[in-house]
Structures are given as C-alpha cells and as structure tokens.
C-alpha cells in the first residue's frame, strides 16, 4: 500500500483511528494494573465499614453517602455504592472503570483541542500524551482515588461542549456544560479553580467579534452559570454538612508564601528539567529491570504506530496556538492553587501526593503537544521530527508508568499473602482475638502496603468476616503497656490490641505464635527478631 493510499485511509478514518490508539495505549500502560492492582489503605477502610451491613442496594448507597470521608463528595459515593453492589470487594470493576474515565478524558481532551484550533496533529499528540503522563501514579492504582479520574474526565468534557456553545452560540449546549461542571465540582473539587477557564477561554474567542467592553460584558453574563456550583459546593461543605454533623473538615492555611510555594512547586513537577530527570530515571529503571516479550511488542507497536499516525495525517499550515497556550499556562498555575490551602499538600512526583498533579497534567499535555508541533514546524523535516519526537517520548512515558506500577502490584501481592495466611488459620482464631503484623514493609517503595490499625485491621475484618478482630502492625506508634499494645497517633489513640488473646504473625517466614501476656509477647518478639525498639515501653 502506497504512502498516498496510507495517507487517504488514515484522513478518511482518523477519529477511527485515534480512538482506538488512545484505547491502545491504556491498555498497554494499565491492563497489568487493571488486572494486578488490588485494595490499599483508605479502599479497607471503605470496605470495613459496609461488609457488614445488610446487602440491600438501599442499605450500601446510605452507608456509602453517609461515610465522612465520602459525603464530601457526594456523586461519587452512589457510583461506588452501585460497584460494590454487583461486585463486592473484587477490585477487577473498580479499577477497570478507572481506566474507562481515563479514556473518556483523553478522547475528550482530543475533542476539546479540535473545538480549540481545528489541529487534528495537536489534539491527538496532546491526548495521547494526556494518557500517559507519569506525575500522578495513584490515581491511577487506588480505587478511592477514581473520583479524581471521573472528576476530570467531567472537567473535560464541559470544557469541551462550552467551546462548542460559545462557536455556535447554542445557549441548550452552555446550561449543559454547566450542568456537567456542576457535577465535576461535586464529585472532586480539583476543577473548583479551574472555574477561571470558562471566561478566559470565552473572551478570547469573543473579542475579535466586538469591543473589548461588550466582549468583556458578554463574558461575564454567560460565564456566571460556572460560578454557581463553585458557590453550591461552598455552601454545602461550609454550611450544609457542618449543620447535620457530618463529613470530615481539612485544614486549610492563609499563608501567601506557602500558596505560592505550592504553585511552584507544582511547576517544578509538572514539566520542568526536574519532572524529565524523575520520568528517564523511572524509564530507566524499568530497563534495567528488564522487560517481557510482551513488554517489547508494546513498546515498539506505541512508537511505530504514533509515529505513522502523525506522519501520515500532519498538514504543513500556519499554526494559531494563542487559545491553547494561554488556556493551558493559566490552567496549570491554577490547577494547584488549591493545595496551596492546604498544609498537606505540597506537589511531588513519587509519594501518596501526587494525586495534586492529576488536573495539572491537562496542561501539561498541550503545553507539551503544541511545543512539538511548534518546534517542529521550524524545522526543514518538520513530519519526521515531530513523528519521531512524540513517538520517543510516549515510549519514554510508557516505561516510566510500567516502572510507577511495580510496587502497586508487589503490595498487593503481599496483602494477598497475608489474607490467605489468616484464611488458613481462621479455625484459631476467636472473636475478640488480636493479630501483630511484624517484619512487615508499611510501604512498598513509594505504594503503602498495610500500614497501620485502619488498614491491617480493616482487611482482617473483611477476610474473617468478624467485625470484633483487633490487628495492626508494629512501627513507631504502637505503645507497650502492661496488658496491651497501644496504637498513638500523637496523642490520640487509635487502637488498642489486648495480650490475652494474641497472634505475632510475619507471614513470609509462615511464622504465627499465640501469646498471652505482655512478657510472653516480648520473648516471642525478642525469639522471632522482631525489632521493637521503634516501639514505645509505658
């Protein structure tokens, strides 16, 4: 088949195309994950509390809506409650619905770009790219964290049918992204900033049309729709949850240098010399670790068939980008701007945090999309560049998300150890009765494994179906007194784990001792090498 031919088919068949290279890709990246991933610390403690209600659709959505953790949120909790129905604690659904929102938010994001500038080269680059972008590794593995996948995947979408109306002047189209915003606001509040998209993208489309005093007039008139789910939303955590008792309040800080500090920060990590060190590092990793055959196939289908996609459907035009680079600068600085409320929450790329870069990617991906496309209009081979150049670096973020999911999978590995371990004894166990977890990792790499009493007790809970177990695992927060083990977190107790009934287990040495007493314990503890020393004596 000749390049001419080549060229007609993937013209005529593009949208075709793109879309099941974008399905490609998450597949690629995440089917191991979607098959291999599991439950981690907050998912347990979702579970804890409704494996034991009454099974009723009816009894699961109350006791999801009215999780503290969760009515802050409060679409997002019947979707999960309507997951838990069907499937219970299979984590295949879950993470398999993840990867569904990912890939809406990607085409999205492609139909956005196209709304934006018409540049089919732009939009498919800066999707594909969307995909793959290794700052934020836990949205992707945790199944509490799908609010933030469905939250942007909202964003993008509104953002997307707003470009739509304003072209059109379809006002049914503006109050349905509104309303599809509404719902994005409610179900995570990452795109609460980003509310200042709607006008600025709305006043740069309009001011060619009129004066800048009606553009500006105009602006504001059809943008206030956007601002009402910000205020709602207000509302609701402000005044509405605190007059029922309800949901959880986070701690917010007013203080200008760590808001700004926080916003750099977040710079730094999304797409600075710092952010590419972290993404060769990690892809570099992965090779040295080696790959499977399988591993190779993908790699070299993801850069062959990107760089033919490109080379073969890029057009040699002058190139208008003002909307999408402006659009996308603002977008990122703002993406982080709520965290810097937080005092919890600065931006990195390989801890529990990065979840603050999720939103942030958005703009990453066009801002890295048009400067390819850009840099490499300049160039005499402009298609093979810009070809070979995306080709590269979705195979260098590739490997660099294969690296991010190893020890989502190790730990859940582990976990399935000890579950299968405490199944094997369950005829020992007694109501009431407490297990130490000891020897054990709180954290495979930068992926939490079973850290503490919220998490080990709450797996014991579920796997033994006994809601009464006692568990946690030793570390610097576990205090020893005369007839208990203590779990402090500060000065807050946590968990208190009784001697007179008490099983030491360190599931890789199968080893698994029954002691009754406080000096029993710390023999046993001293026999079995367990390093108590992190431990407090009262």
């Given at each position: 088949m000749s390049y001419i031919r080549i060229h007609e088919f993937i013209e005529k068949h593009f949208f075709i195309i793109a879309f099941f290279f974008f399905l490609a890709l998450e597949l690629f990246c995440f089917w191991n994950s979607i098959r291999g991933d599991g439950f981690?610390?907050?998912?347990?403690?979702?579970?804890?509390?409704?494996?034991?209600?009454?099974?009723?659709?009816?009894?699961i959505i109350k006791a999801f809506v009215f999780d503290d953790r969760l009515v802050i949120r409060p679409i997002m909790p019947m979707i999960l409650a309507?997951?838990?129905?069907?499937?219970?604690?299979?984590?295949?659904?879950?993470?398999?619905?993840?990867?569904?929102?990912?890939?809406?938010?990607?085409?999205?994001?492609?139909?956005?770009?196209?709304?934006?500038?018409?540049?089919?080269?732009?939009?498919?680059?800066?999707?594909?790219?969307?995909?793959?972008?290794?700052?934020?590794?836990?949205?992707h593995h945790s199944m509490v964290l799908n609010i933030v996948s469905l939250g942007i995947t909202l964003f993008v979408f509104s953002l997307w049918q707003f470009v739509e109306a304003i072209q059109t002047k379809n006002n049914k189209q503006l109050y349905f992204s509104a309303l599809v915003y509404f719902l994005g606001v409610f179900v995570y509040e990452g795109s609460l900033p980003l509310v200042i998209i709607y006008p600025l993208i709305h006043f740069m489309f309009s001011k060619k049309q009129n004066n800048w005093k009606n553009t500006l007039l105009t602006t504001l008139q059809q943008s206030i729709l956007f601002f009402l789910p910000v205020l709602a939303l207000l509302v609701y955590r402000k005044y509405l949850l605190p007059a029922f008792h309800i949901g959880w309040n986070y701690a917010m800080v007013f203080n200008p240098m760590h808001f700004f500090n926080v916003i750099l920060q977040g710079l730094k990590v999304s797409i600075s010399p710092y952010a590419f060190a972290v993404f060769i590092s990690l892809a570099y990793d992965c090779l040295r670790h080696g790959l499977s055959i399988g591993q190779w196939i993908m790699l070299f289908s993801t850069f062959i068939l990107s760089a033919a996609i490109?080379?073969?459907?890029?057009?040699?035009?002058?190139?208008?980008?003002?909307?999408?680079i402006v659009t996308s600068i603002i977008g990122l600085i703002f993406s982080y701007t709520i965290f810097g409320l937080s005092p919890e929450h600065m931006p990195d790329i390989i801890n529990s945090i990065n979840r603050v870069n999720a939103f942030g990617s958005i703009f990453s991906s066009l801002l890295l999309a048009v400067a390819i496309v850009w840099l490499s209009s300049k160039l005499r081979q402009a298609r093979i560049v810009m070809a070979l150049a995306t080709a590269a670096l979705l195979s260098l973020f590739l490997l660099a998300n294969w690296e991010f999911s190893k020890p989502w999978n190790v730990s859940w590995s582990a976990q399935k150890l000890v579950r299968r371990f405490i199944k094997s004894k369950a005829n020992e166990i007694r109501s009431g009765d407490s297990i130490v977890l000891a020897n054990w990792p709180r954290f495979v790499r930068w992926c939490p494994a079973l850290d503490g009493v919220w998490d080990f007790q709450a797996l014991l809970h579920v796997t033994l179906d006994d809601p009464s177990i006692r568990g946690t695992t030793i570390s610097e927060r576990v205090v020893i007194t005369n007839d208990a083990l203590i779990e402090k977190v500060g000065s807050k107790t946590v968990g208190r784990l009784p001697f007179k009934?008490?099983?030491?287990?360190?599931p890789a040495q199968g080893v698994w001792v029954f002691v009754d007493s406080k000096e029993k314990f710390i023999a046993a503890a001293r026999q079995l090498n367990v390093d108590l020393t992190m431990c407090r004596l009262n």
């Open positions: 981690y610390p907050d998912d347990w403690i979702i579970f804890d509390r409704i494996h034991f209600i009454d099974p009723s659709f009816q009894s309507t997951l838990y129905f069907f499937f219970r604690e299979n984590p295949f659904p879950y993470h398999l619905m993840n990867s569904v929102f990912e890939l809406m938010s990607a085409w999205c994001i492609f139909r956005l770009v196209l709304a934006t500038s018409s540049e089919k080269t732009i939009a498919f680059i800066a999707a594909s790219i969307f995909i793959l972008y290794p700052t934020h590794d836990f949205t490109i080379y073969c459907s890029y057009k040699s035009e002058k190139i208008v980008l003002k909307v999408i009934r008490m099983f030491i287990l360190i």
